[in-house]
């Protein structure tokens, strides 16, 4: 499957931003999937998974509560809606798919990956 994030921009501490994944080229339902982000400098992070259903979304710590992973099955999009954007938000978001189904955590569980898209929060 390939994925192509979008919907990454410069927004200001305190705004929203929705991020896209369009997923191609395989059976998107069959896969669960998963939002990370790397700020420079530092290793790929975990921010949100959703199970292959649309079901039993997981979040990290600090987007619990401020962003909303998502997905269509039917138009083989999934998304993350981030609310309350802080500075140590900014980052290159990336989409990711897990062959298993139920979505996870780990870096390693993903096979497939999206190319990223900036988001920037200014303060």
């Known amino acids: 499957v390939q994925l192509q994030a979008s919907g990454g921009g410069l927004v200001q501490a305190g705004d929203s931003l929705s991020l896209s994944c369009a997923a191609s080229?395989?059976?998107?339902?069959?896969?669960?999937m998963g939002w990370f982000r790397q700020a420079p400098g530092k290793e790929r992070e975990f921010v949100a998974s959703?199970?292959?259903?649309?079901?039993?979304?997981d979040y990290e710590d600090s987007a619990r509560g401020r962003f909303t992973i998502s997905r269509d099955n039917g138009k083989n999009v999934l998304y993350l809606r981030m609310n309350s954007l802080k500075a140590s938000d900014t980052a290159l978001y990336y989409c990711?798919?897990?062959?298993?189904?139920?979505?996870?955590?780990?870096?390693?569980?993903?096979?497939?990956w999206g190319q990223g898209t900036q988001v920037t929060v200014s303060s």
């Open positions: 990711a798919a897990q062959s298993a189904g139920w979505g996870a955590r780990n870096v390693s569980e993903y096979a497939y």
């Open positions: 080229g395989g059976t998107f339902s069959r896969y669960g």
């Open positions: 959703i199970h292959q259903g649309g079901g039993l979304p």
